[in-house]
C-alpha cells in the first residue's frame, strides 16, 4: 500500500519543486499512518511552510484517489539528519556515511544468516545502475569514511531492502566545522512536519484540511503544527479519515 502512495506522490511533489525521499505506512496506538519524507530539489532546508504545502497537496489527491479504504493519518516532514535511504542515488550521495540497514528477510553471509547491517557505504555497484540492479557495499567493521574496504564489504541487493537511514554523526552535529572566513549562522536544524486532520471526503471531493485552515467536518478541528530538532520526532500530525473496510495488515 506504501508502494500505491509512493506512486502517486512522486509526481505531486517533483511537480512542486521536491523529492520524495519515502514513504512509509504504519500502524501505531492511534492507528494507521502514512509519513511522507520530502527534500528541495535547490537543497535548500526543508521548513514549515513546504510541509503544510505537500501535506495540502497530497491531502487533494488521495481524497480523489483514494489510496488508502480506511481510517489513517498523513504525516509530511523533512527527513532529518537521520534521512532515510531508499533508492541508489541516495546511497551514491552519501558513500562514506554510516548507514543502518534492516533487510526484508535474512540474507546469507559467511557466518550463517543476517538481517541488520551498520556500517560505512563503501560504493553503490555497478555504476548507473537502476534500483532493481543497485548492490550497495557496506563495511560493518569500518568505523570512519577512510576506513571502508570494499574487499571486505557485504554486497547487499537493494531490492532485498525493507528500510534504510543514515546513522547521525552527533559529533560533526555537535561541532561543525565552519567554511575558513564564514561564522555559522544562529539558529538550528530542524526536522519539520506538517499535519492537518479533518475527515475522509468522498471520492471525488477534496475534503482533506491543512492544519491550522479551520475546523474540520464534524466541527474536528484540523490540528496545529510543530517541529522538533533534527533527529527527533515532531508532534504527531493527522489528516483522518472515516474509514471503510476491514483493516489490512501492515506492508511488509
Known amino acids: 500500500m506504501a508502494d500505491r502512495v509512493l506512486h502517486l506522490a512522486e509526481p505531486v511533489c517533483a511537480s512542486s519543486g521536491y523529492e520524495l525521499v519515502d514513504v512509509r505506512f504504519v500502524m501505531e496506538q492511534g492507528g494507521w499512518v502514512i509519513r511522507v519524507f520530502i527534500d528541495r530539489v535547490d537543497e535548500r532546508p526543508v521548513d514549515l511552510d513546504d510541509c503544510e504545502r505537500v501535506s495540502r497537496e497530497l491531502s487533494a489527491l488521495f ?13 509530511v516532514s523533512s527527513p532529518g539528519i537521520d534521512r532515510p535511504l531508499r533508492t541508489a542515488a541516495h546511497f551514491r550521495r552519501f558513500v562514506g556515511a554510516t548507514a543502518k540497514i534492516t533487510m526484508a528477510v535474512p540474507v546469507p553471509v559467511p557466518s550463517g544468516e543476517r538481517r541488520n547491517f551498520r556500517g ?82 468522498p471520492v471525488g471531493t477534496a475534503g482533506g484540511h491543512a492544519a491550522g485552515a479551520g475546523p474540520g467536518p464534524h466541527g474536528a478541528p484540523t490540528g496545529a503544527h510543530d517541529g522538533a530538532p533534527a533527529g527527533q520526532p515532531g508532534n504527531p500530525g493527522t489528516h483522518d479519515g472515516d474509514g471503510h473496510g476491514a483493516d489490512p495488515a501492515q506492508d511488509a
Not at 63 to 75: G, R, W
Not at 120 to 138: F, H, M, Q, Y
Not at 174 to 190: A, L, R, Y
Request: charged share 30%; hydrophobic share 40%.
Open 63 to 75: 481524497d480523489v484517489e483514494d489510496p488508502i479504504p480506511h481510517a489513517y493519518s498523513l504525516e
Open 120 to 201: 560505512v557505504i563503501v560504493a553503490v555497484e555497478p555504476p548507473g545502475c537502476v534500483d532493481a540492479e543497485a548492490i550497495i557495499l557496506v563495511d560493518v567493521d569500518a568505523v570512519t569514511a577512510d576506513q571502508g574496504d570494499p574487499a571486505r564489504a557485504f554486497r547487499i541487493r537493494l531490492a532485498d531492502v525493507d528500510q534504510a537511514r543514515l546513522v547521525p554523526d552527533w559529533d560533526a552535529v555537535m561541532h561543525p566545522n565552519p567554511k575558513p572566513g564564514k561564522q555559522p549562522k544562529p539558529g538550528k536544524q530542524s526536522n519539520k512536519q506538517s499535519k492537518s486532520k479533518g475527515a475522509k471526503a
